[in-house]
C-alpha cells in the first residue's frame, strides 16, 4: 500500500512568518510530487510540483524534496491570512496518492 | 475555457438508488480521473481514463463504474447507492499521466440516506 503521510495540523503561525509544510511518502519509486491547496468547500489548486531533489522556488513558494530520505516540504514565506487552507501533498510515477492534508492558519 | 465541468453540484439519495455524476472537460486533456474526498481525508482515486474507450481502475473502484466514450466526457456511476459512498466526488484532468498538472472540476457532493 503506497502512502503519504502528512500531519494534519492545525499549523498556526502570524502573518508575515515562514510556514513550513512537511510530507513522507512510502514508495520508493516515485517520481513527481505536488503541494495542492484546498480552501475550505473548494477542489484542489496546484501550487508546487517537483520533480528532482533539492529546491524549487515560485515566489513566496519552496518545494524540498529528498528522495534519499523520502521526504518532500513546502516554505510558504511571508505568509498572509488568505494562504489559511488546508495543503495535500501528492505523489506519484502515473497515478497520484493524496496525503490527508496539513491545515494552515495564519493569523494577523 | 471553461476547465473542468461537474454536475450536479450537491445530490441526496436514498439507498440502492443509482445515479450519474457527470464530468467535462474543453482543455482536450486525454487522461481523466474520479476520486472521492471523506471529511478530513485526502484524495481517494476511484478510476481514471487515459483516452476515449480505455479506462481502469483506482485505489477504491467497488460501487461505481464509468465510461469514456469521448474525450471531453468521463462519467461516474454508482449503482445501488449505499451510506458508505457519502462523500464529496472531484473529477480531474491531465495533459499527460505523469509529471503532469491535474486540472479538478468543483466538486459534486453526494449524501445517501
Known sequence: ?108 | NAGVTQTPKFRILKIGQSMTLQCTQDMNHNYMYWYRQDPGMGLKLIYYSVGAGITDKGEVPNGYNVSRSTTEDFPLRLELAAPSQTSVYFCASSYRLRDETQYFGPGTRLLVL
Do not use: H
Open chain 1, 1 to 108: 500500500q503506497k502512502e503519504v503521510e502528512q500531519n494534519s495540523g492545525p499549523l498556526s503561525v502570524p502573518e508575515g512568518a515562514i510556514a513550513s509544510l512537511n510530507c513522507t511518502y512510502s514508495d520508493r519509486g516515485s517520481q513527481s510530487f505536488f503541494w495542492y491547496r484546498q480552501y475550505s468547500g473548494k477542489s484542489p489548486e496546484l501550487i508546487m510540483s517537483i520533480y528532482s531533489n533539492g529546491d524549487k522556488e515560485d515566489g513566496r513558494f519552496t518545494a524540498q524534496l529528498n528522495k534519499a530520505s523520502q521526504y518532500v516540504s513546502l516554505l510558504i514565506r511571508d505568509s498572509q491570512p488568505s494562504d489559511s487552507a488546508t495543503y495535500l501533498c501528492a505523489v506519484g510515477f502515473q497515478k497520484l496518492v493524496f496525503g490527508t492534508g496539513t491545515r494552515l492558519l495564519v493569523s494577523p
